[in-house]
Structure formats: structure tokens, C-alpha cells
């Protein structure tokens, strides 16, 4: 059964640091999802893209986040520096077409920031 | 703006009891996806279903119903009999039929089946 890949699983830094979250969604889903999901709280959208363009990025803080999905296939989340507050599990999902259809998501890397 | 409520933090019920988890939505839009995903405590979520907003007919899974109710825009899951494998945290969702698709989720419920 196809599934959504995320690396890696867990994470820690210290501030200050850059990290980097790697997702490579179900084969033939044109739309990715990255979330950051604080603990007691849903799933946040921090970045939605539909093949290689971004859709939306409304609630991702442009100054320190970014993420690009280059062909259109695997994507990569950064942070830098990251700052206490972005200590949270940050999850990756895909669909087929966005909104319409349920979405698949990965395991998630949980971000400790020292 | 999109906002789904899921007023019930925490529930605890004992093994083979009824439960329902309550979902209520605001959007202004007529078209509109709704979804319940689960949690369980692996981490990984997991969808349960889907629904549209011209179609209000109940749908009943197993164990699982959905109750959707467009008057009171309300999207309610019940588990009968539960079981100790039905612990997780359960989420319902919203999406946007037009634009980006854009998807909102709710706070979530922690579901603790005991045995």
C-alpha cells in the first residue's frame, strides 16, 4: 500500500539552527501538505502546493520557513534559525486534487528546539 | 473564514459503551467537503470519511456512523460498542470546493476507551 514518506522521524536543535524536513507523497498526488501540529491542537496548513507551485502560504513565517517541491514530486520544509516555539510535529500529506479528496499523511517529524 | 469546532477536549467511557463526537462548522460557502480522520497514538492520521454538502444522507460504517445536519451545520461521529482500539484522537475536517482547496481542521477529541 502507497504511503507518505517523511524524514526524518525526530529532530532536535538547538535555536538558531537551520533543519530541514524532507516528504515524498503518495505516487500521483498532485497536491502536498505541510502542517505543524502543536501538542492538544489540530493540524495547522503551513504550506500547500499543487504540483510545483505553492498555493498557499498564508500562515507560514516567511521570515524563518521555507519549502519547495521543485518537480513537483518529493518537497522539503526548512527552518532558520529555528526559535523555541517551532517545537512541534510537523506532517506531511498529499491527494489526489485538493479539497475533494481525503488526504494521505506521513508519520511526521517531531522538531525539539533547545 | 473557515472554522470547525470540536467542543469535547477529552471523552472517557468504558469498553462496549455508545459514543458520540461532535463537530460543528462555519463556512460561507454551499459547496464544501467535510472529513473525519483518526489518531491514533502512533501519531500517523488516518481518514474515515468524507462528505459533501449536498449530501446530507447518514452513512453508517461498521461500528462508526456519521450524523451530517447542513441546518445546524453539524457533523457528528458515533462509535457503538466501543473498544479499547478505538482510543485516539479523532478530527474532523473542512474543505474548500473552490480555489486552493484549502483545509481546516478542528481542535480534536481524545477518545479514552477503557476496559
Known amino acids: 500500500e502507497a504511503e507518505v514518506a517523511q524524514s526524518p522521524r525526530y529532530k532536535i536543535t538547538e535555536k538558531s539552527q537551520a533543519v530541514a524536513f524532507w516528504c515524498d507523497p503518495i505516487s500521483g498526488h498532485a497536491t502536498l501538505y505541510w502542517y505543524r501540529q502543536i501538542l492538544g491542537q489540530g493540524p495547522e496548513l503551513l504550506v500547500q502546493f499543487q504540483d510545483e507551485s505553492v498555493v498557499d502560504d498564508s500562515q507560514l513565517p516567511k521570515d524563518r520557513f521555507s519549502a519547495e517541491r521543485l518537480k513537483g514530486v518529493d518537497s522539503t520544509l526548512k527552518i532558520q534559525p529555528a526559535e523555541l516555539g517551532d517545537s512541534a510535529m510537523y506532517l506531511c500529506?498529499?491527494?489526489?486534487?485538493?479539497?475533494?479528496?481525503?488526504?494521505?499523511f506521513g508519520p511526521g517529524t517531531r522538531l525539539t528546539v533547545l | 473564514a473557515q472554522k470547525v469546532t470540536q467542543a469535547q477536549t477529552e471523552i472517557s467511557v468504558v469498553e462496549k459503551e455508545d459514543v458520540t463526537l461532535d463537530c460543528v462548522y462555519e463556512?460561507?460557502?454551499?459547496?464544501?467537503?467535510l472529513f473525519w480522520y483518526k489518531q491514533p497514538p502512533s501519531g500517523e492520521l488516518v481518514f474515515l470519511i468524507r462528505?459533501?454538502?449536498?449530501?446530507?444522507q447518514n452513512e453508517i460504517s461498521g461500528r462508526y456512523s456519521w450524523n451530517f445536519q447542513k441546518s445546524t451545520s453539524s457533523f457528528n461521529f458515533t462509535i457503538t460498542a466501543s473498544q479499547v482500539v478505538d482510543s485516539a484522537v479523532y478530527f474532523c475536517?473542512?474543505?474548500?470546493?473552490?480555489?486552493?482547496?484549502?483545509?481546516?481542521f478542528g481542535d480534536g477529541t481524545t477518545l479514552t476507551v477503557k476496559p
Open positions: 500529506a498529499s491527494s489526489r486534487l485538493a479539497g475533494k479528496n481525503e488526504q494521505f
Open positions: 475536517a473542512l474543505s474548500e470546493a473552490r480555489g486552493a482547496g484549502k483545509s481546516t
Open positions: 463556512t460561507r460557502d454551499t459547496t464544501y467537503y
Open positions: 462528505r459533501n454538502s449536498f449530501d446530507e
